[in-house]
């Protein structure tokens, strides 16, 4: 709805297949066949609607639909569906976690799907992640493509939902400590790692307004962690997203949006690695893994 086109290589994705029924009579027990060797989830418009609702994440909806693609269901249940899985996913116990994937951080769990519609509670923590998201999505483009853009918005979405409201709160936080600074630049940073190792994501906070030095630094920081993560799990198509506010001072809006992403394989010269360490040291418990 922003008017703006997206080059999309069909071959190139996994595709699900997803039909939604907008029909005011559906017959009760009714099991839609499912006559095709792709993963396929046939729902109401209702049922769909729910779980945006609940969830509140593209990626989130995917993930559940292609979890259940190919289970024969009756339509109209859906609701039931997802209750049935979010009490098993409660009563879960948490897998182990790799130990060189935590490092100096701290393991996170929380249910892939919530039992309580998303941003019940904690609605201004859930804002502040959204407009984060928003902000991305707004941003005049000037050294990459528009699927590029879509390609950082997918990865800051899958930010499990469970999680949405700590980063919040941590990004909430900072910005008040960082308003309060009155010497030197405050940096709050914080990044989160995947059990699986294939989402890496930074957060951060800086009590300087926005500038190329700012930029340099923080672009230096995503970069090293990576490179960090990638030393730990030889994954060499990561992918790191990292978003940093710095305050405004023109009264126009409250703060500015950085954001800065890495894929593939970082390599740094020794020289170099020292003086990026000299500048962003080895974290010592400011890295979640969940």
């Known amino acids: 709805m922003r008017d703006r086109a997206v080059t999309v290589h069909g071959r ?3 595709w699900l297949n997803v039909v ?4 005011p009579e559906i017959p009760n027990d009714l099991t839609p066949e499912l006559h095709t060797s792709d993963p396929a989830v046939v729902l ?3 049922d769909w609607e729910f779980l945006f609702d609940q969830l509140k994440s593209t990626h989130a909806v995917a993930s559940y639909l292609e979890r259940v693609a190919g289970e024969p269901h009756d339509l109209g249940r859906e609701t039931a569906r997802y209750y049935e899985l979010a009490l098993a996913d409660a009563d879960a116990e948490p897998e182990a976690l790799d130990p060189a994937l935590i490092g100096h951080g701290t393991p996170v769990s929380v249910p892939l799907l919530p039992l309580e519609p998303a941003a019940t509670s904690d609605r201004r923590q859930h804002v ?3 407009a984060l998201l928003e902000d991305i999505a707004e941003t005049r483009l000037r050294t990459i493509e ?3 853009r879509v390609r950082v918005l997918a990865e800051l979405d899958s930010l499990p939902v469970g999680q949405r409201a700590g980063v919040g709160t941590f990004m909430l936080a900072s910005m008040a400590e960082a ?3 009155q010497s030197g630049v405050l940096w709050k940073l914080r ?3 995947s059990g699986s190792g294939r989402t890496h994501l930074g957060f951060g906070v800086c009590s300087h307004p926005h500038s190329e030095e ?5 672009g230096y920081w995503v970069q090293l962690r990576h490179y960090d993560l990638q030393e730990a799990t030889s994954n060499n198509e990561l992918t790191t997203v990292g978003v940093l506010l710095t305050p405004r001072t023109d009264g126009r809006r409250p703060w500015d949006t950085t954001m800065a992403a890495v894929s593939g394989r970082v390599e740094f010269e020794a020289e170099e690695l020292q003086a990026v360490r000299a500048v962003w040291p080895m974290p010592g418990a400011t890295t979640e893994a969940a």
């Not at 700012?214 to 923080?218: K, V």
């Open 191 to 193: 990044s989160l790692r």
């Open 12 to 14: 190139d994705l996994r």
């Open 214 to 218: 700012i930029q340099t630094a923080f």
């Open 179 to 181: 308003h309060k600074s």
């Open 146 to 148: 528009e699927g590029d």
């Open 128 to 130: 502040m992640v959204r």
């Open 44 to 46: 109401l418009r209702r």
């Open 20 to 23: 939604v029924i907008d029909h």
